[in-house]
């Protein structure tokens, strides 16, 4: 697939807050190292690298082994959590013990989908793969990074029956004003994705208007949700700049601004500098 072209770069400094560098090599064939110098030639100089089955959280420790500027999240993701069977076990066992490497900042994305898994046998092993996670972010002082879709209630229900970890992500926050608030009183970090630049989504926008600055981050989950104007074409990381001047224009304040909030949020979001 055709690639977009690189941006205007940025005044400082951002973080890609959650992106997928494998299948965006896979979907449009921008190598990860590629892709990791264009983002940082427009100023996303970092990036969290999210693993999403066994094979992906692999990929994503040895991403963050090899550069010092991204760092890991490891998970089964809801979808692969409701299809995988008995390997669920198995893989849930991977997971914790991957999250205890050095360069693991995260657990997830973990949640629930209820997009894409509609049976109830599905949504109940969401449910407890969204719990196990949890347990192993507390255990392991790591962030969660929360996958939901069309599953706010829920998500909200399993994380208060579990206890919140003291950091959570809700990555490509798709929520109204009154979920935001839900997620800001549990101590969450909101997480945009290009779906904020997309005309139909006044709520998101809503969202993010009453969320405090220091409380967002931004994200491209690579390679899909690309911003406008360029919907349709593969995403990759170089295009956050889209994004971030978008959140600056919708918070009526400067680039400048945003950057630097983004840049300090992602540090405190995933426990610190990397
Ligand atoms: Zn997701
Ligand atoms: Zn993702």
Same mark, same amino acid.
């Given at each position: 697939m055709e690639l977009p072209d690189l941006p205007e770069p940025l005044p400082m400094p951002?973080?890609?807050?959650?992106c997928h560098l494998d299948s965006t090599q896979e979907k449009s064939g921008l190598e990860p190292e590629d892709?990791?110098?264009?983002?940082?030639?427009?100023?996303?100089?970092?990036?969290?690298q999210i693993g999403c089955d066994p094979e992906g959280c692999h990929w994503a420790v040895q991403a963050?082994?090899?550069?010092?500027?991204?760092?890991?999240?490891?998970?089964?993701?809801?979808n692969d959590a409701a299809r995988? =069977?008995?390997?669920?076990?198995?893989?849930?066992?991977?997971?914790?013990?991957?999250?205890?490497?050095?360069?693991?900042?995260?657990v997830g994305e973990s949640g629930l989908d209820y997009f894409r898994t509609r049976d109830a046998a599905g949504q109940a092993l969401q449910r407890k793969a969204f719990a196990a996670h949890i347990a192993f972010a507390k255990a392991f002082d790591r962030t969660l990074v929360v996958h939901d879709r069309d599953a706010h209630d829920d998500i909200l229900d399993v994380i208060d029956s579990e206890g919140a970890p003291s950091r959570i992500v809700m990555h490509c926050f798709?929520?109204?004003?009154?979920?935001?608030?839900?997620?800001?009183?549990r101590g969450a970090y909101l997480s945009f994705a290009g779906t904020v630049t997309f005309k139909n989504n006044d709520h998101l926008r809503?969202?993010?208007?009453?969320?405090?600055?220091?409380?967002i981050l931004v994200e491209t989950d690579a390679p899909y949700l690309t911003p406008m104007p360029l919907r349709g074409k593969p995403n990759?990381?170089?295009?956050?700049?889209?994004?971030?001047r978008f959140l600056?224009?919708?918070? =009526?304040?400067?680039?400048?601004?945003?950057?630097?909030?983004?840049?300090?949020?992602?540090?405190?979001?995933?426990?610190? =500098?990397?």
């Open positions: 951002v973080v890609d807050s959650h892709a990791i110098r264009l983002a940082a030639s427009v100023g996303v100089t970092r990036i969290v963050a082994e090899r550069w010092p500027t991204v760092i890991a999240g490891v998970a089964i993701h809801p995988m =069977g008995p390997e669920l076990a198995s893989g849930l066992e991977l997971v914790a013990e991957l999250a205890q490497h050095h360069r693991v900042r995260a798709s929520g109204d004003d009154h979920f935001a608030k839900a997620c800001l009183d809503d969202a993010l208007v009453l969320a405090p600055l220091d409380r990759a990381s170089y295009l956050i700049p889209h994004t971030a600056a224009a919708t918070l =009526g304040i400067d680039v400048e601004q945003v950057c630097q909030a983004l840049n300090d949020n992602a540090d405190a979001a995933f426990g610190g =500098g990397w």
